[in-house]
Structures are given as C-alpha cells and as structure tokens.
C-alpha cells in the first residue's frame, strides 16, 4: 500500500500549552508522529495488519522496522493441536492525556470452537522523544489454553545491505559485525541456545540492533503482572524475550527479531521455545496485558540501548546495607588477621574452599587495606598486629611490597626499579600494532594476532605506572596500545580458554583505567569519552532490575556471556569479584565525569557483595567474612564450592569512606607539561604558576606519607608548611627530606605531618 504523506513537519498541535505528538489520517492509513520518531498504519480494506517504524534524523527519516502482525495469539483448540490467529484491527480511538497522544487498535476474531477473542493494542507517544509505549490486551470470552501472546514482535528491515554494526541483548549476547546471536563460539553445545532465556538471566530487560544509522529497541519492566491478578503470591509476572539477530528463527537474513510474549518462561514455556509446553488457562473476560516501549534512537552505538532503559525506568536503589561500612571493615580486617592469615607462609589465603583450590600469597589489595586501616584505628595493639602481619608478608615476599605500598611506608628505590624491570619486560613482548597476544598454555610456532583483552590489561598496568612515575617509555607503549584499542568495541578476548567474541567485564574494567589514565597524563578530552564508553560497556553485565523473589540480585554482576573452559554457563551467574573490580573504576571515574551517577551504581554492586559475605552462628566460622566466587541467580544457590576473601570489597568500602588503598593523583597544567601530584593523603587543592607549584594535602596526625610529583624539572626549593626540606640522595632515613630522580623527572616528597593538614610547596 503506498502512502501520501503531506506536510510531515507541520506544526505540531498544542493543547493548553503542551506540545503533543500527532495522529493524522492520510492517504493509505494513520501516521502517528513526533520530531523523533514516526508509525505508520497501513489501512487495507478497512483494517490494519500491521505497523512500520521509520527513525528520524538530520538528514531524514528512515524505515527501520515492521511488525508484522499487530500482534499475534496461538491457543491449543478443541481438537487439541495448536491454532494460530493474527491480530487485526478493524477499528482504532484517538485519545490524549497530558502530553502523549494515544492511538487505540481493536480487534474482534472467532475461533472455530465458537470462542471470541479481543485484542486491543495501544500506542501512547509522547510529544517528543523516540520512543513509544505499546500496551497490548488480551480477552477470551470462553475458557482457552493460550500458548502465546505475541506483541510487539519486530522485525528490522536491513537495506541493501546486510549491515548490521552490533545487537544486544545484556546477559546473554553481544555479537559485532558478522556474528550472530545464540553462536556456538561463547557458548558451545549444548549451550548455544538463549533466543528466548529464562528471564532471570537477563541483566537489563533492552534489546537493540544497531541498523541503518539507528538503534531499534525495546524495554519493558520484567515485574509487570500480565495476567491482572491483584494478590502478590498469585501474580504472573516475567513477560518472556525473544531474540535472534539476524533472524535466524523465521530464516530471514538481513532482518533481526525483537519481540515479548506471554505466557511465562520457565512455568508455562520451556527455554528457547516460542509456544507454551504447559497451557495457560485462560477464563471468560479476564484480561492479559503485556506492556512496553519501543525506541528508535539516531545512533551507531548499541549501548545507548541501556542508556534508554535507565531514562524509561531509572536506577533501582540500592541494596539497603547489611551493615555499616566500619562494621564491615571490622569484619574484613578480622578475616585477613585471623582466618586468612597463614603464620607458615606469612601469606593471605585469596580463596577457600576445598584444600586444593586453597593458596597463600602476598596480596598487595589486603596489604594495603590493613595499613590504610592501621592509620585511624584507635587500638594500638590492633594497629600493631596488623603492620606486623604487612612487615611480615613484604618479607616473605622477598622484601617487594608494590609500588602503591611505598607512598604509605617509603622504598621508593627498590619499588621504582622493581617495577621498571617488570614493566620494561612486558613492553619487549608488544607487537608492531601496539597490542599482545592472549596467553596460550599451548606453544605454537605461528605468531599470534595481538588480543585487545590482554593489551587492555596491558596497557592499564604501564599508563598506571607512567602517570604516577613518570617513565616516557612505558607511557609511550601504553598510548601505542590504546591506539589499536580505538577500534575496539566490545570488551573481549582476555582469556586464552575463552573465544575470543565472549564479551567480558574484567576487560571493561583494564579499558577504562587505561582511557582513564592517559586523560590524567594528557588532559585530552578524547580520552575521557573513552572511559566513559567503557563504563557504560561495563553496564550490559551489571543487574539493572531484580526479581521479586532474588533480592540478592540488585546490582550482582555477571562475569561473562558464555561458557568457561569447564562447561559452565555464566548466564545468569554473578561473579560479584569482577563486578568489584569494575566499580572501583567508576568511583575513580565519577570524580571526572558526571553523566550517570558512576558512585551510586559503584556503590550498590559494593552493597550486593557485602550481602554475599558470610556472616552469622549457620557459617563455618573459616569462611566468615568470604563470600562465594560465584552465585547462580536462577536457582538462587551458590554456584562453585569456592570463596574469596573480601579484598576487592574492603577497597571500594575504603573508598567510599574517603579512604582509599591507592594513592590519589590529580594533575595540573604547569609551563608546557601537565605534572601529576600522588599521594595517599587527601589532595585538597592544587595551584600552579611558572615558578611554583603548591599542594594543600590532609593526612592523619603523626604518622608519614610520601608524595611524587611526575613529569616537572628539578625543584629549586622543596618546602613543607613554608619550612626548607633537606635535599638528600636517599629518604630512607631522613625525617622531613626530598629526592629528585632526573631519569624520570620525578620529585618525591618524605612528608610526617604533625597536623592534620600540610601544604607542599615546589619552587623552580
């Protein structure tokens, strides 16, 4: 059916001052409209069949998907095989509240058994934004067994082309280019399946496709009660997903499938099966419901389909605390002194579980943490047992403690050259495009491709070390890296037992500090966007909803979108470690960039761990404190026999106390460098001129910290509080002195404070 439409972008209509959407008879059918986004309807015979989306932009509008039909009932009949009925509409209303317009189709069928079947499929369209709510009903007037209530079922429409940059659905595929969702590659047989998934391992209820310029989505609340029943405990809840790009499901090649239907996986329908294996049984004029909103955004990126989400839903709150955040340090310290602690290895066990799995290392997290706590801690005995038990680790650790360690206890000489070695070795292992293969057990004698998984880990371990030494050549190899990573989209292919497609959080998480760090060096915008677009890489596996009967699942995070090397499917399974690691990138992340509250949702995958950790007179009393490696969400139990120590938790609970394990670095423009201040005491202000500059710092009275000062020539002066240090060539022993490294145009500051606050002057 052709259309003629006249005047598209006409005025809209106002009523009582409020912009609205349109809806216009034209030539051919109804056109529901907004600046953003436009349906239409065709009108054959007298009725509507179908909906097509057109997505607007700059240059035009562009027809990006159809549904075909309105709508889509299958019930079991009276001679017991199953009947399909699509959904037409042979009538439609006009209405408007407040500023959405609404457009109504009905529908009116009879089924051979005598029955009636009424549908109704509502569209309310805001007057602007390009999206669209779509409230679809359902009635029987006689008693039925419904396998399916389909709608919206899209379908993209592809082009000329069969382009399609990337398709999403959070939890459970992520393919670029060519790949396909449901592939055996992240997850092999007989795994492959997830084109309808229990709804439980969905992360954020979206799916998108990026086509034609647009992403096409669809979000819905997963909470929503489809059949009207008012008591909790009876409610149906879940509308299930189906999802299959390109459409593998109805064979068509150059086109996606986005669709809801009722009733529910797993009661009623079996996974990746579109049709009830158990009937619902429907009763004369009861009505089901299933709501959503479609969206057609001007984008390229098929993340923005979780930005929608959160503008359509918001961010739940937060898990509630299971305790105070100092109540939960006691916890942990106690953990890392009495339960984890090994007096023979002088070591930390990260895991328990069975003996096997158990090891004991020097743990520079745990470290760290028990001297950031030692500094404010009131008991002197508890302060003394947990330095000794640090002293005692760095010992057994052949005496290196980490270059982070050094800005608490100083060995600025040994840690600085430690970490070069290791650094300049893993700089020898870089290939001409600025990237490292992934770590093979299995020799081969053909070189590799480089991994962006490893060279993300790569890259964020030199810039790190660049940004707050100084050193030229590992910043340099570390800008190489992430020239080649400018081209990465998704974060995968880290881990050498993983296919190289399987989408992958710990890499989210090396990606932004990596973009992070370089915008610290450089200062340049470009690099900021970058991080942020990590952290929002980071949000597809990161539980944006939670089930009325999984509170443990609000803000659980999933490591993966596949399948590990033993045959175990993390769909659904919370690894909250990683989710851990990826938080603490968005609470550094937060203080540069304010487009989503980065500290609340780092903040509430924090409170989801804390919940995790055993506690309580039912734990065996060596694992109070662990929490499990991993949780499975479906079934709600643990999923290995394996706990980790709460390292990464005490890290972000520190920092959310204003007390973190790494040394804070800011920089400042200074002459034609931008020089970088770090330091575990608190940077309250910076200034900066040619011949100066000056940092106001806080720390805790009577005890020392070190400050360094990266990428400035060599100071005049060094002046603490406005008094002279001494000049010496090593502070191991001096009380207030400072150093000046000119290899890396390092200064480093010894700095005990007596106060609580101290300033630092540099004259040039």
């Known amino acids: 059916m052709c259309y ?39 009108l054959v015979n007298g009725q509507i069949e179908t909906y097509r989306l057109f997505g607007r932009a700059a240059h035009g509008q562009t027809l990006v998907a159809r549904s075909d039909p309105l709508a889509e009932v299958v019930f079991r009949g009276s001679d017991g ?127 998108a496709v990026s086509r034609r310029g647009f992403v096409v989505g669809l979000t819905w609340d997963p909470l929503q009660v489809w059949d009207g029943a008012e008591d909790a405990a009876d409610a149906h809840r879940y509308p299930a997903a189906a999802f299959a790009s390109p459409n593998f499901i109805e064979g068509v090649e150059h086109s996606d ?42 984008s390229g990126n098929v993340l923005d389909a979780v930005g929608e989400h959160i ?87 052949n005496g290196s403690a980490g270059l982070p360690m050094a800005y608490f206890r100083g060995g600025f000489a040994e840690e600085l050259d430690l970490e070069k070695g290791r650094l300049d070795k893993l700089e020898t292992g870089q290939l001409p495009d600025g990237g490292w293969p992934e770590d093979s057990p299995h020799e081969t004698r053909r070189r590799k491709p480089a991994s962006y998984g490893v060279t993300a880990q790569n890259a964020a371990l030199l810039l790190r070390s660049g940004l707050l030494t100084g050193d030229q050549r590992h910043l340099s190899a570390g800008a190489k890296a992430l020239r080649l990573l400018d081209h990465c989209r998704r974060p995968s292919g880290m881990q050498a037992d993983l296919h190289e497609a399987t989408p992958d959080l710990y890499v989210t998480a090396h990606l932004m500090s990596a973009y992070l760090d370089q915008y610290l060096v450089t200062g340049t915008p470009s690099r900021l966007e970058k991080a942020v677009y990590w952290a929002r890489a980071g949000l597809p596996f990161v539980y944006l909803w939670h089930a009325h009967d999984r509170n443990l699942m609000r803000y659980a995070t999933v490591p993966l979108f596949g399948v590990t090397i033993d045959r175990k499917p993390q769909f659904g399974a919370a690894a909250q470690w990683m989710g851990l690691v990826y938080a603490n990138q968005l609470l550094r992340l937060g203080r540069h960039d304010k487009s989503m509250r980065w500290r609340r949702i780092a903040r509430a995958i924090t409170l989801c761990a804390m919940h995790m950790q055993k506690t309580g007179s039912d734990t065996s009393s060596s694992l109070i404190g662990f929490y499990p490696d991993s949780f499975n969400i479906v ?18 609970v520190l920092h959310l106390l204003g007390e973190q394990i790494e040394p804070n670095c800011e920089a400042v423009p200074w ?75 390092l200064a480093i500051v010894r700095a005990p404070f007596d106060d609580r606050e101290a300033t630092i002057d540099l004259r040039f």
């Open 671 to 745: 002459r034609e460098h931008r020089v970088r201040i770090a330091s575990m005491a608190h940077l309250l202000a910076i200034h900066s001129s040619p011949g100066q500059i000056t940092a106001r710092l806080a720390y805790h009275p009577d005890e020392t910290c070190y400050i360094t000062f990266a990428e400035c020539t060599e100071p005049k002066r060094v002046l603490f509080n406005d008094r002279d240090l001494e000049r010496i060539e090593d502070l191991a022993d001096a009380h207030r002195a400072w150093m000046y490294d000119r290899g890396r145009g």
């Open 4 to 42: 003629v439409i006249k005047d598209i972008y006409q005025a809209r209509h106002i009523l009582g001052g409020i912009e609205m959407a349109q809806i216009r008879n034209v030539e051919g059918g109804i056109v529901l409209e907004n600046d953003d986004l436009l349906l239409t309807f065709p």
């Open 311 to 397: 503008h359509a839903h918001g961010l739940i709150p937060p898990p509630p605390k299971p305790r105070d955040y100092r109540k939960n340090l006691e916890l942990d310290i106690e953990t890392y002194l009495d339960r984890a602690w090994s007096e023979r290895h002088s070591a930390w066990a990260r895991t328990q579980g069975p003996k096997r799995e158990r090891t004991f290392t020097y743990n520079e997290l745990v470290a760290l943490a028990l001297w950031r706590v030692s500094l404010f801690t009131k008991d002197l005995e508890h302060k003394r047992r947990m330095r000794d038990s640090v002293e005692a680790a760095i010992l057994s650790h």
């Open 81 to 207: 095989e199953p009947t399909s009925e699509r959904v037409v509409a042979a009538g439609y209303q006009m209405d408007q509240r407040d500023d959405v317009s609404i457009l109504r189709l009905d529908s009116k069928s009879y089924d051979s058994d005598n029955g009636t079947w009424s549908a109704s499929i509502e569209f309310h369209m805001p007057g602007d934004g390009p999206r669209v709510t779509v409230v679809s009903r359902l009635t029987a007037s006689s008693p039925r067994q419904l396998l399916a209530f389909r709608s919206p079922f899209l379908r993209t429409v592809g082009g000329e082309t069969s382009e399609r940059p990337a398709a999403m659905l959070p939890g459970l595929d992520w393919v670029v280019d060519d790949e396909r969702t449901s592939a055996t590659g992240p997850a092999p047989p007989p795994f492959q399946d997830r084109f309808a998934p229990h709804p439980y391992k969905i992360t954020s209820p979206v799916m």
């Open 257 to 298: 499938l986005l669709g809801l239907f009722i009733p529910s996986i797993p009661k009623y329908v079996n996974e990746n099966e579109l049709t009830a294996a158990r009937p619902y049984q429907m009763t004369p004029g009861s009505e089901l419901r299933i709501e959503s909103t479609i969206f057609v955004l001007p």
């Open 635 to 652: 079934d709600g139990r643990e999923y290995y026999p394996l706990y980790n120590n709460p390292q990464h938790i005490t890290r972000n």
